[in-house]
């Protein structure tokens, strides 16, 4: 809302910055002057002995010289309470005596009303807190002992007890003279349906009183004691005061220790978040019975920057943690994220405290997770991606679930990390070991009939450093092959645009040279990112000599894409051509293979058509370059290339002007 002009100045008027500062810290009285408002103390922003955090009263300013905080007693308010700046306002008016100007008078009505639906619930507060000491009471004492709540924790939480019967809270309450609509309104009571009292909301059970960001009492939650209750947990319905989706469970205290550095934890009931708070995670927090509605997630992005979601580890708390993969995505934002600790099996906060203490959920908590990963998690767990239409599901599933993210930078993030995870899935899933085919060997076999296994790694002999630079040292067939490798690796780093268009056949490559494999693995580990990154990234996980090696090769040199950097089409061009050769080149290969397996038997005329139709796929391969050349090209007498549409735009405008051949 706004406020009217003077009020903040009137505020801090009648505000003392050093008595707000005071309540959080201890003067240094050595270096202080407390008649002339100069005071000096540790600052409470950062960890530091010397006092270097300064207050002028007089002026109404803070700074403090270590980590530059500055700013008046509001702000001060809002960073050490963790509030927004209207809540630290209402927070310093009520200590001076102000009053906050209500412009509407409809809204000051409104205003009134709650104020008096939240001094009823507190008489319930009170109320319930007076049951639990009662003889009634007796078992909801001894089943909050079993779960380790001393009489000190009873009271801090100021847990109830409400006995079994129809009117208890209601009678109490219209004793004291509050009147029917007030205990209706605030969701304590309901209508009777057969025309009596109304009757209590709440019978038979113990009472949680759940409180807004400011402190009042807005709803209850209730446990059943009988065990048959058909509602385990009961909360109050919805009223003036209260809103499920707009509510947090313990949300003013969380908040207060979220701004002096703690972790803030999202657990799933009262009594988890109870016990975190005892065991010394203050800053917990839970949502209201429901799942984590968009509202409670903007609320906790304004009390911490990256919450921790700590829910139970049985099959509906994981669930519960990827469904709300699906609500977060959206509302991303550059520093505001969730972290996902998952509790062991059959477990909540509260077991994992009673039965192994705090250190044990610290661990956990250490261990948290990004959403980015459960999301991997949720799209992959139990799956097989063996067929490129599998693996070409799961990018479909992956590009929409991106899609949500209205972040670019965010998205472009998500995008490495979900590329990085693929990455890392799918070399997985290759087969430790494959057998290699040697021109003349046979598949996998050796001239003396032994089967070799292939590592990943050449056949061939490793060249000396001497000659390693030169690919030529291989023999025979696997030269060329090794160069047209060299080519494409060379064509895909010079222009990264193209490697997500030729991942899936780059892949395929299988590089015989473990320096090539080493690339091309690098390639389409980082194949989205920029040129210069990629090249750096290559760099820093190969060494600088794997690029110079390279780009040092001859035919590399000279290839056409890498003398014109950035010509994406001869790029692609290049590309499409050498992966189609060394793919025919391969299918040869394996029809040879196959053909000297079953030659060692009665050979038939299918073998030798087979061999026949590699060949010819391998020969268009090999002439795709000339065909297409002689697209745009002819030979003239001299042997110079001619442009062929050129050549013939300049024809047709010679039988314009009536030029012949014959008058040249």
Not at 534 to 553: C, S, T, V, Y
């Amino acid at each position: 809302m706004s406020l009217p002009p003077g009020f903040l100045d009137e505020l801090r008027n009648r505000t003392s910055l050093t008595h707000v500062v005071g309540r959080k810290v201890i003067w240094d009285t050595r270096k202080s002057n407390q008649g002339k408002g100069d005071m000096w103390a540790p600052c409470p922003f950062h960890q530091e002995k010397s006092a270097s955090f300064h207050v002028d009263d007089r002026k109404g300013f803070y700074y403090c010289f270590g980590c530059h905080a500055k700013g008046d007693a509001i702000s001060f308010v809002k960073e050490t309470e963790n509030v927004s700046f209207m809540e630290a306002v209402e927070i310093l008016a009520r200590e001076a005596g102000m009053e906050i100007p209500r412009q509407d008078p409809r809204a000051q009505q409104k205003a009134d009303r709650r104020t008096q639906l939240a001094e009823v619930m507190e008489q319930a507060v009170q109320f319930f807190r007076l049951q639990l000491r009662t003889g009634s009471a007796g078992a909801a004492r001894d089943y909050l002992r079993r779960r380790g709540l001393s009489d000190a924790a009873l009271e801090r939480w100021e847990i109830g007890f409400v006995p079994e019967g129809w009117q208890h809270l209601w009678d109490h309450l219209r004793g004291k003279g509050v009147a029917e609509e007030l205990i209706m309104g605030a969701g304590l009571a309901k209508p009777s349906n057969k025309g009596g009292k109304p009757y209590d909301t709440f019978r038979n059970r113990i009472m949680f009183p759940i409180r807004d960001a400011r402190g009042r009492a807005i709803a209850f939650g209730g446990r059943a004691m009988d065990p048959g209750d058909n509602a385990k947990y009961l909360n109050s319905p919805e009223t003036e005061l209260f809103d499920k989706g707009r509510s947090l469970f313990n949300h003013g205290p969380a908040r207060t220790a979220a701004g002096k550095g703690m972790p803030l934890i999202v657990a799933e009931g009262y009594m988890d978040v109870i016990a975190l708070s005892e065991a010394g995670f203050q800053a917990a927090v839970a949502p209201l019975g429901t799942a984590i509605t968009e509202n409670q997630l903007q609320m906790l992005w304004r009390i911490a920057n990256e919450p921790i979601i700590a829910l139970d580890g049985d099959k509906a708390g994981i669930n519960a943690a990827l469904r709300l993969i699906d609500l977060a995505l959206p509302l991303l934002e550059a520093g505001k994220s969730l972290r996902f600790a998952l509790m062991p099996e059959g477990q909540d906060p509260d077991d994992l405290i009673r039965a192994e203490g705090a250190g044990a959920v610290q661990a956990v908590l250490d261990q948290a997770r990004p959403m980015v990963n459960l999301l991997w998690q949720r799209e992959t767990e139990g799956k097989t991606f063996d067929s490129p239409e599998r693996r070409a599901a799961l990018d479909k599933v992956l590009r929409d679930k991106l899609r949500l993210i209205r972040d670019p930078s965010i998205r472009g993030h998500y995008g490495e990390a979900i590329k990085e995870l693929r990455w890392q899935l799918f070399r997985s899933d290759r087969p430790a070991t494959r057998e290699a085919f040697v021109p003349g060997q046979g598949k996998g076999r050796a001239r003396g009939g032994k089967r070799v296994p292939w590592n990943g790694r050449s056949q061939i002999s490793v060249p000396q450093a001497s000659t390693k630079s030169s690919l030529l040292v291989a023999a025979g067939d696997q030269a060329e092959t090794q160069l047209r490798e060299a080519v494409i690796l060379a064509t895909a780093i010079s222009a990264p645009e193209l490697i997500a268009e030729f991942d899936y056949r780059i892949e395929r490559m299988s590089c015989s040279d473990p320096d090539h494999a080493l690339l091309r693995d690098l390639i389409l580990r980082h194949g989205a990112e920029a040129s210069g990154a990629l090249k750096d990234r290559i760099i820093a996980a190969a060494g600088p000599e794997a690029l110079e090696n390279l780009f040092a090769l001859r035919h590399v040199a000279i290839s056409p894409c890498v003398r014109k950097p950035g010509d994406i089409d001869l790029a692609r061009l290049t590309l499409a051509e050498e992966l189609a050769k060394l793919e025919a080149r391969r299918g040869l290969y394996a029809e040879v293979a196959e053909a000297e397996e079953e030659l060692t038997g009665m050979a038939d005329e299918a073998v030798t058509w087979r061999l026949g139709q590699a060949a010819q796929a391998r020969d268009r391969a090999m002439r795709s370059v000339g065909a297409e050349n002689k697209v745009d090209y002819d030979t003239a007498e001299n042997g110079a290339p001619i442009n062929r549409e050129e050549r013939d735009a300049f024809a047709e405008l010679l039988n314009r002007i009536g030029y012949s051949k014959s008058d040249r």
